[in-house]
């Protein structure tokens, strides 16, 4: 069984990588790793210095950024560094250890994504039927982030799947197993992509789709209509987020069908190669420019906007200063 220790750098399966990509692949995402840390610690700065999470709402959105700051923190300091040396920097073990956190807000981030839309689609439901969303079940959602993105993270450190290097050879990342490979590699990669990715995505689209209808029918005055423009907003979001994810779905497809369905690994393009993580790098920084356009309470904390700054006050003095201005 592989171990944590087992892996070894200078076993890598795919061919030789460019050497000039990967000075380029190591900016970009020195780039939009610092862009991505700015945007989330100054919504994360924001939290802590207002009454933001009181809002429950505002709950997810923290968890949604706190997925996104994780994978920032990972990208440019290891993954940046390491593709501009050309090489992996940190030794063998702290690659699994890379591999095992950069899957773990990966996963994080497609199930908080998910959370987010589902509360959309519960509120809508909850109001047509004077029921309240109560803090407990998005404590409930959190949880359940935290707790599928260690189960579908951890196994391969255990020898159920595999962490090797990536198409770049300066990283590690999940290897996708081939119908050789054993009852335990494709029982984690098959459960891993229908949980993960298939799933996720088609309840992103039906609770939207779900959440929109309700919305149109049964809001109507004021704050019911801030909450559509939010919930566009969000749809937005997920949009955005999801066709940032394509690249990186088109690598795993590129990587792993033909292992699956003929044994071999084919060549990766080195533009594919190139594009995927830079774009996911990229995805993290999404979430905090939607909600800077579209929901008014952390537009206003954000910017700082003094003559509007609600968003720091308390909820009941904000419904007040609201009223004085409206």
């Not at 990208?75 to 920097?89: C, E, M, N, Q, Y």
Request: proline share 5%.
């Amino acid at each position: 069984m592989q171990t944590l220790f087992d892996y070894n750098e200078d076993e890598c399966p795919w061919y030789y990588f460019d050497s000039s990509y990967k000075t380029l692949l190591g900016a970009c995402l020195i780039v939009f790793g610092v862009f991505g840390v700015l945007l989330n610690a100054w919504l994360y700065a924001t939290f802590i210095h207002s009454h933001l999470v009181i809002f429950k709402s505002h709950v997810l959105v923290l968890n949604l950024c706190t997925a996104s700051l994780g994978r920032n923190l990972l990208g440019f300091p290891f993954a940046g560094s390491s593709a501009i040396a050309k090489r992996w920097l940190f030794g063998p073990a702290c690659c699994q250890l890379f591999a095992f956190m950069n899957q773990f807000f990966g996963v994080f981030q497609m199930i908080a994504l998910f959370a987010i839309v589902l509360e959309r689609y519960l509120l809508a439901r909850y109001y047509r039927r004077e029921r309240n969303v109560y803090f407990r079940y998005y404590w409930t959602l959190i949880g359940v982030c935290w707790m599928i993105a260690v189960v579908f993270a951890a196994p391969p450190l255990f020898g159920y799947g595999m962490y090797s290097c990536d198409s770049t050879g300066t990283v590690c990342a999940l290897l996708w197993p081939s119908l050789n490979s054993g009852a335990r590699q494709l029982g984690f990669s098959v459960p891993y992509v229908i949980v993960c990715g298939i799933l996720p995505i088609v309840g992103i689209f039906f609770f939207m789709g779900k959440a929109i209808r309700l919305e149109r029918i049964y809001y109507r005055s004021e704050q019911q209509r801030e909450e559509r423009r939010l919930t566009k907003c969000i749809h937005v979001l997920c949009i955005i987020t999801l066709a940032l994810w394509i690249p990186a779905a088109v690598l795993a497809g590129w990587q792993w069908l033909p292992v699956l369905l003929y044994g071999y690994r084919p060549h990766v393009p080195q533009v594919l190669a190139l594009f995927a993580p830079i774009a996911a790098e990229a995805a993290t920084s999404v979430p905090v420019l939607c909600y800077l356009t579209g929901d008014e309470r952390i537009r206003a904390a954000l910017l700082g906007r003094m003559r509007k700054h609600y968003a720091l006050l308390h909820p009941e003095r904000a419904k007040r200063y609201r009223r004085s201005i409206y």
